[in-house]
């Protein structure tokens, strides 16, 4: 069969932008009759709006990123977080580098001269995203919660599996507490995070900070990945239907950590690390709908138990990559503000 022309495919993807767009806008009566019944599982609701995504991305046939050959399913996810996404205000955005890796800077529109800094570690499996995949919530993270974001990429699998993505993390932190002031970071109000795969880095390299004695104010860790040697209900119960699939995961997890046998290594399942002295507080968000759910939320206990002072955030209505979700509908975008804030707590804006 012939491939479509680039201008159709550009064309369709307009399309199905602008009907996303303008069905997310829609009152919540009127979403409510176009997503049909509630789906309520494990006693939790889904919200109507991301209800009402996932039934027009399945009337559309929208494919699955793990549907498609590697680079077209890269290029999928990039599109796909630019239909969700849009264009974020930001003061200034810089591409800077975190020693060799290649990094954006985001600085909020009232950020001082120095101030507090997140550096962020974007999620896709180890084998997808990059920083435009992510340039959308790192612009909102920043200038709602006032603190610069250091958006840092790493080397994907499979062309780098384990542990590349993670000495890739823990290197570049250890840059940005050497080098705090080339990118107008507090030393004193360092923080690093990240979503699912990036939430798993942003954990692996805060570990290995406490063990280093770097300083380190704050673990930002949204639904991250914990514990890839195990399965748990939320992915019995969420592996299909709510974006996130069981097969994305077996399939990341076969080119990031082909060898079983590395899955039970800490710098791959922090929770099953030892808990260092000195460790950073920790805020652990997850969503309810999300096959990760329930290893994010042991991974809080876990380090709770060990004495670390966390902040645990569960946003019962959410599906896995609604921190993504900043430019159409409500409920995401709202979650995501609240993620904005407890950064903003932990480390003081601007």
């Known amino acids: 069969m012939p491939r479509r022309s680039p201008f159709l495919a550009a064309a369709d993807g307009r399309l199905k932008t602008l009907t996303l767009r303008v069905a997310l806008a829609l009152p919540a009566s009127v979403q409510r009759r176009l997503a049909g019944p509630p789906v309520i599982v494990d006693g939790q609701r889904l919200a109507i709006d991301t209800q009402l995504m996932l039934r027009l991305q399945e009337l559309v046939r929208e494919p699955n990123t793990e549907e498609l050959p590697l680079a077209e399913g890269r290029r999928l996810l990039v599109r796909h977080a630019a239909m969700v996404g849009r264009d974020q205000p930001i003061g200034a955005v810089h591409d800077v580098t975190v020693g060799v890796l290649p990094a954006r800077l985001y600085v909020p529109s009232k950020a001082s001269a120095t101030g507090p800094l997140l550096v962020f570690f974007h999620g896709g499996g180890w084998v997808y995203g990059d920083l435009d995949s992510h340039d959308a919530v790192c612009r909102f993270l920043a200038e709602h919660s006032g603190v610069r974001v250091l958006s840092v990429d790493y080397r994907l699998a499979p062309e780098h599996p384990f542990p590349a993505a993670y000495d890739d993390a823990v290197t570049a932190y250890r840059w940005v507490a050497s080098h705090a002031g080339d990118y107008g970071g507090d030393p004193g109000r360092l923080a690093v995070g990240g979503d699912s795969a990036g939430g798993n880095l942003a954990a692996v390299a805060a570990l290995a900070a406490a063990r280093e004695g770097l300083p380190l104010a704050l673990q930002l860790l949204v639904y991250p990945a914990t514990d890839v040697s195990g399965t748990t209900e939320s992915k019995r119960l969420f592996g299909h239907g709510f974006y996130l699939t069981q097969e994305f995961i077996d399939q990341a997890l076969d080119q990031y950590v082909p060898n079983h046998a590395d899955r039970k290594d800490p710098r791959v399942s922090p929770l099953l690390a030892e808990v260092p002295p000195g460790l950073a507080p920790a805020y652990v968000a997850t969503a309810g709908f999300d096959p990760l759910r329930d290893e994010g939320e042991a991974y809080a206990r876990y380090l709770a138990d060990a004495g670390t002072k966390v ?33 903003a707590r932990a480390l003081g804006g601007t």
């Open 311 to 343: 902040e645990l955030k569960r946003f019962p209505d959410q599906i896995h990559g609604f921190l993504n979700i900043v430019g159409v509908g409500r409920t995401a975008r709202a979650g995501t503000a609240q993620v904005a804030a407890a950064l």
